[in-house]
T-cell receptor, first 110, second 112 residues
Framework: GESVGLHLPTLSVQEGDNSIINCAYSNSASDYFIWYKQESGKGPQFIIDIRSNMDKRQGQRVTVLLNKTVKHLSLQIAATQPGDSAVYFCAERAGNMLTFGGGTRLMVKP | DADVTQTPRNRITKTGKRIMLECSQT?????MYWYRQDPGLGLQLIYYSFDVKDINKGEISDGYSVSRQAQAKFSLSLESAIPNQTALYFCATSDSGGGEQFFGPGTRLTVL
């Protein structure tokens, strides 16, 4: 993921389009991954998770894809809505400890 | 009622003052965490605790201390606040499996 010392990258999408947010994780031993959504002024909230024995998991309007070969995680949001505007963090668990990536800001244009 | 609560929600203080931020949880989790978030940036881990007698430094512990008074309570102290500690502070909890962390609403701290 991005260094926490750098400003968050921003993804700007048109309302109704699909969004894809990417995360490169660092530890090949990570066995569990979570995507969080953080709205302005609020704490991060769980969106969806995936275990390392899976490569895809779907929720309501969201899909998480896991590619262990290249240590890459993505979050796909279908039919993006203004309420999806937020910062999205990926998190990986290795050695029984969850660590967070740097995050991506999603902006939805009306 | 919220599972993870933080007090105060907002605090303005002056350089050199001692500040304590408090976190309480009703989830029955063993693990608790303190994070800092600067505007437009990600989460940085300050301290974490795996149970009442366990305290561990995170990536940015300098200038901070913590106390785990009970399973449900984890407080963060700034012994002598400085302006670059102005940030949003989040408490989180998880079970002992190290899975999902549940976050509090945050405390916005301003040091003048």
């Amino acid at each position: 993921g991005e260094s926490v010392g750098l400003h968050l990258p921003t993804l700007s999408v048109q309302e109704g389009d699909n969004s894809i947010i990417n995360c490169a994780y660092s530890n090949s031993a990570s066995d569990y991954f979570i995507w969080y959504k953080q709205e302005s002024g609020k704490g991060p909230q769980f969106i969806i998770d995936i275990r390392s024995n899976m490569d895809k998991r779907q929720g309501q309007r969201v899909t998480v894809l896991l590619n262990k070969t290249v240590k890459h995680l993505s979050l796909q949001i279908a039919a993006t809505q203004p309420g999806d505007s937020a910062v999205y963090f990926c998190a990986e668990r290795a050695g029984n400890m969850l660590t967070f990536g740097g995050g991506t800001r999603l902006m939805v244009k009306p | 009622d919220a599972d993870v609560t933080q007090t105060p929600r907002n605090r303005i203080t002056k350089t050199g003052k001692r500040i304590m931020l408090e976190c309480s949880q009703t989830k029955g989790h063993d693990r608790m965490y303190w994070y800092r978030q600067d505007p437009g940036l990600g989460l940085q881990l300050i301290y974490y605790s795996f149970d009442v007698k366990d305290i561990n430094k995170g990536e940015i512990s300098d200038g901070y201390s913590v106390s785990r008074q009970a399973q449900a309570k984890f407080s963060l102290s700034l012994e002598s606040a400085i302006p670059n500690q102005t940030a949003l502070y989040f408490c989180a909890t998880s079970d002992s499996g190290g899975g999902e962390q549940f976050f509090g609403p945050g405390t916005r701290l301003t040091v003048l």
